[in-house]
């Protein structure tokens, strides 16, 4: 395809296209030779001579007898991500050196929003970007940790023209790699590689909540994030890769190690499902009451909102309905699959969320929030169903949506770290308990 067509440029802003992928660095090493004696007499020179030929052949022998330890199982996973997370770090990198702060306030799709959230915008894209380039770089050293070669940079055509087209390349980057390590993520082996990667998960979605928010769309546009394949991934990363291919870098094996999630404790995967929903009951509780308690009009003028335009303040009661609506959904699904499990879902509590202001209810909704992203990030390792596994990380990555937005509108960053640090049960109900007056 040649990328100065105009169909080809097209195409690429479109998402649509053929896959291809990146390259790899090879390393190569080579070996020294040793230096003989001097100064020595004609029948020491003999004996070294040959004490140094014996050492000679004994190396040669080890050097073919020892077999370098291979690349661990999630290496072709790790260099999946690797990739996504290069071509992120690339764009960004890019972007950013091609459009100035004002053009990317003034970009055609943020007319609508007031001066704040403008404001905000490059900032924002620079952290984004720093966040990419932090990923790159711990997985990169992860992949070496576990003997294999990271994946290269490659060579990049994102065929955006103008501020508003890079936003939206932006917004689908950042969506298509959240459905990227949730199809992943059931593949991982090793726990402390997977809870890296659900941290990763999270922060990702939390951008793509913000770039949706600022290109019109929902932050959180389902209950449960869709998971894609690394055939339908590669896919749409293919269309902006110019360079060749080495797509043998991403093949499992048919011998890995089948993925032990299992933390090394007893707890089973309807414990953990019943953890999930008292955290889920609690929120769905909390969105209903709140929206009970406050009109549309009274949310609209919370004092939290007054720094965002009309268009931003007038959004917030349906963003907050849909918020609720997920947690409904939570709670539904999470207690169907406990029954079909064999246990026994636990029960809605009786609450006391504390708020008596608008502003206040958004403090604690914010709060909430970012409490279930630590919470699902820290029970994932211990979820040994591959079904339950992926609909537990579909709603993590959800909660970090719904989180990034109460952020914004409680005026702190969508995403305050590169990676989302878990929380243990323990920490989750301490904190949970404070809000529930009868079980």
Known sequence: MNPSDDTADRTRRAFLGTTASLSLAALAGCAGSGDSGAGTTETDATETESMDTETEAMSTETEETETPTPPADDVPVLNYALTLEHLENAFYREGLETFSDDELMNADVLADFGERVRMEVPDYLRTVGDHEAAHVSAISDTVEQLNGTPVAEAEYDFGY??????????????????????????????????????????????????????????????????????????????????????????????????PDRKADDDTSDVNVLNYALTLEHLENAFYREGLETFSDEELMSADALSGFADGVRAMVPDHLRTVGDHEAAHVSAISDTVTELGGTPVEEAEYDFGYETPSEFLGVARALENTGVAAYKGAAPTVSNDQVFSAAIGIHSVEARHAAMLNELNAESPFPAAVDEPQTMAEVTEVAGQFIVEN
């Not at 993520?185 to 939390?206: M, Q």
């Open 161 to 258: 023209e103008t501020p508003s087209e890079f936003l939206a390349v932006a917004e689908a980057l950042e969506n298509t790699g959240v459905a990227a390590y949730a199809g992943a993520a059931p593949k991982v082996v090793n726990d402390d590689v997977l809870a890296a990667a659900a941290g990763i998960h999270s922060v990702e979605a939390r951008h793509a909540a913000f770039l949706n928010l600022v290109n019109g769309s929902s932050p959180f546009p389902a209950a449960v994030d869709e998971a894609s394949s690394m055939s339908e991934v590669l896919e749409v990363a293919g269309q902006f890769v110019t360079s060749e291919v080495d797509a043998s870098v991403y093949e499992l094996g048919d011998d890995r190690a089948t």
